[in-house]
T-cell receptor, first 118, second 109 residues
Framework: GAVVSQHPSWVICKSGTSVKIECRSL??????MFWYRQFPKQSLMLMAT?????????EQGVEKDKFLINHASLTLSTLTVTSAHPEDSSFYIC??????????????FGSGTRLTVV | QKEVEQNSGPLSVPEGAIASLNCTYS??????FFWYRQYSGKSPELIMF????GDKEDGRFTAQLNKASQYVSLLIRDSQPSDSATYLC?????????FGTGTRLLVSP
């Protein structure tokens, strides 16, 4: 149980274009979804937290107009990287959590999306 | 600034040995702690979580938490080459986890 699906697993796009990444909770309703970014040899950095039906909360230094997050339902959140630039190339990972998963249960991670901007 | 600190390694151990991974955290308000394993190019997978002082065992893995010292550790018994990965320590609550930079473990045959 608690499976999170993330698509696409990799994407190459041209500089200046936009890329949308989807994160779905398959067998549970995700109260909260998180978006992380991970550069090579670095740890996961939280970009934003989103609760279904409300605006995402962005971490300091993350441009909300560049990284658009939509959490329209309890099973789907999307991250759109707008006007992508080579420095946005990274590994983007979503995770989802639900209070119903129980105490101590951590967020379940999607498989990640490798974004390369050329 | 809430921080989770880990030694980046690599930590090298021979096959069959015990690997000991350590983590310290700064936020005394953190409720739960998690150990994730991350293979290169993959997303993290949960190994264990712990929220009470003491030890918690699951198969070859034992997590230890000392809230007074703000210290978390993960022991891997009978290490296997397939255990070679980066191990991430994370602390926090339901809404937000703070991750350490990870410790790279190398288990040699």
């Amino acid at each position: 149980g608690a499976v999170v699906s993330q698509h696409p697993s990799w994407v190459i796009c041209k500089s200046g274009t936009s890329v949308k990444i989807e994160c779905r909770s398959l067998d549970f309703q995700a109260t909260t979804m998180f978006w992380y970014r991970q550069f090579p040899k670095q740890s996961l950095m939280l970009m934003a937290t989103s609760n279904e039906g409300s605006k995402a909360t962005y971490e300091q230094g993350v441009e909300k107009d560049k990284f658009l997050i939509n959490h329209a339902s309890l099973t789907l959140s999307t991250l759109t990287v707008t006007s992508a630039h080579p420095e946005d190339s990274s590994f983007y990972i979503c995770s989802a959590n639900s209070l119903k998963l129980g105490q101590g249960r951590s967020a379940t991670f999607g498989s990640g999306t490798r974004l390369t901007v050329v | 600034q809430k921080e989770v600190e880990q030694n980046s390694g690599p930590l090298s151990v021979p096959e069959g040995a015990i690997a000991s991974l350590n983590c310290t955290y700064s936020d005394r308000g953190s409720q739960s702690f998690f150990w994730y394993r991350q293979y290169s190019g993959k997303s993290p997978e949960l190994i264990m979580f712990i929220y009470s002082n003491g030890d918690k065992e699951d198969g070859r893995f034992t997590a230890q938490l000392n809230k007074a010292s703000q210290y978390v550790s993960l022991l891997i018994r009978d290490s296997q080459p397939s255990d070679s990965a980066t191990y991430l320590c994370a602390g926090g609550g339901f809404q937000k986890l703070v991750f350490g930079t990870g410790t790279r473990l190398l288990v040699s045959p």
